[in-house]
């Protein structure tokens, strides 16, 4: 080792070199110290071909780099990659992250799209460090994961060829052929005949022409009938609008009277049975009152003709017991006259006569008193029977006038029962007969209403026999004059109708004629329509049969993507730019 050696020039050298080295190192990582950062989140289903530091570009520019691969955290099976990109790219809202291929390389690196310029820039959500970029599938994924559907659809189109190409339909198209090549010989001789057609068009156009000039008269007089024909109609207008009037006031005269025939109808069957049956009730009520005081009236006369007949017979006693008596008062009275007599010539002897007459008197005392003795013997023997006979008639006197009065008294008692229940009996029979004096009143007032109702129709008839026979009459004969009209105008058709029947049948055969050359010139298409099917047909079978060539080729291209993408994409994995 050199003693001299300049240790300050190989100091400066040496850390010339290693900060010349440091800055080659850092301008070949592309180190930028000034530059700010921005990291996002993605969460994809697959990220074959995709890891750290893979580019991240947006919209085709580079801006960052894949920082971080793992699974996401929520146990989802989604991959989370977060990405860093440069702050000043616009992430926004409507920006969709897919894994990308660059190139025939096949890198994958993870595009970003710009997304809606209108759409605010992408922030993180509420509880989250860093914002999500939603992420969606590129179209090699697309393609890659659709494949097998597409080639479901693929294969299922196959079999619907082959079934269409099948045995079947091969005979259809046979027959096909051979129907467009007999229609293409009808096809060429209807050519051939259309210039014939043209000719006989020609040679018409002067006969058409003649037609026309009939068919303007034609129409003249179809002008000139359909005027008379809306004259007629105008006419027949205004007596419809007459009848319908007339048969508008008919209706509502009928309408009044069907309203009262109703009225009339609806009390017959409601009012006037229960009227009817308030009447039979009554009578049979008065009916059964009238016979219950018919017997008894006829049980009181029968006691009052008992009581009558046993009073009849006390009576006859009592006057047979009266008149006995009368005929005893009368000997007393008698007896007594002769005592007075004998007692006042008793009195006058004395005074006249006196002694003379005491012999006298003592024999008139003798007489006296055997008189006396006799009278006495009288009054005791025959007295008390006259008495006991006195007492006895007037006992029975008494007792027939007291079973006379008991009769009575019962007679009367029974009467007054009667009358009490012929009191009762003539209270029902009144107020029955109010029963029927109200009823009787209501169908008195349903009969006018009934009288009305049916004065109210009678009038409706009258109208309507009024209308049938005055305006019926005058519509009847404007309806006439309206046919006859028409009868004219329709027997004016008629006579036209022979020569406007004739025209069209000379048209009929031009237009069968022309038919049949158009046939011919169909006929004579036929030829063309032959060298459509010998010719066209075999270039469609051919491009069917590369149809089916170019399905098998996309069945073998799919079957090796699935087999392994990478060798088809690629032999070799890319090596990535750090």
Known sequence: METRANYVLIGAFTLAGFVGLLLFSMWFARIELDRQYAYYDIEFTSVSGLSAASEVRFSGLPVGQVVDVRLSPDASGRILVRIEIGADTPVRTGTIATIESLGVTGVAHVALSAGDPGNPLLQPAPGQDVPV????????????????????????LTRQLGEFLGPDNQARVGTILENLERSSGDLGRALDDFSAVTDTIASSSGEIAAFTGRLEAISAAAV??????????????????????????????????????????????????????????????????????????????????????????????????????????????????????????????????????????????????????????????????????????????????????????????????????????????????????QTLERLNAALETGDAALAAADRAFATADRVMTGDIADMAGALRETLARVDAAIAQVADDMPVITGDLRETAARANAAFDEVERTAASLGPPLRAFAGHGLPEFATLAQEMRELVRNLDRLVTRIERDPVEFLGRQTPVYRR
């Open 133 to 156: 970029i939603s992420s969606g599938r590129s179209t090699l994924q697309t393609l890659t994961e659709d494949a097998p559907q597409i080639v479901e659809e693929v294969l299922a």
């Open 224 to 437: 000139q009938m359909l005027e008379t024909a809306d004259d007629t109609l105008l006419a027949v207008t205004d007596l419809a609008g007459r009848a319908q009037m007339t048969l508008d006031a008919g209706d509502a005269t009928l309408e009044s009277g069907r309203a009262a025939l109703e009225a009339a109808d609806l009390f017959i069957r409601n009012e006037l049975p229960r009227l009817a049956s308030d009447l039979t009730e009554a009578a049979e009520g008065i009916r059964r009152q009238i016979d219950t005081l018919g017997a008894d009236a006829q049980a009181t006369l029968a006691e009052f003709r008992r009581t009558g007949t046993l009073a009849s017979a006390r009576l006859a006693e009592a006057e047979a017991t009266l008149a006995a008596t009368d005929t005893m008062l009368a000997d007393a009275s008698r007896t007594l006259d002769s005592i007075d007599t004998a007692a006042r010539r008793f009195d006058g002897f004395l005074a006249n006569d006196g002694t003379a007459l005491v012999t006298e008197a003592r024999g008139l005392i003798a007489e006296a008193g055997r008189g006396v003795a006799a009278v006495t013997s009288f009054a005791e023997t025959d007295l008390p029977d006259i008495v006991a006979d006195i007492r006895t008639a007037s006992e029975t006197a008494a007792r027939v006038v007291d079973e006379v009065g008991a009769d009575l008294s019962s007679a009367a008692g029974r009467l007054d029962s009667v009358t009490a229940e012929a009191s009762d009996t003539l209270g029902v029979v009144s107020n029955t007969f109010q029963n029927a004096n």
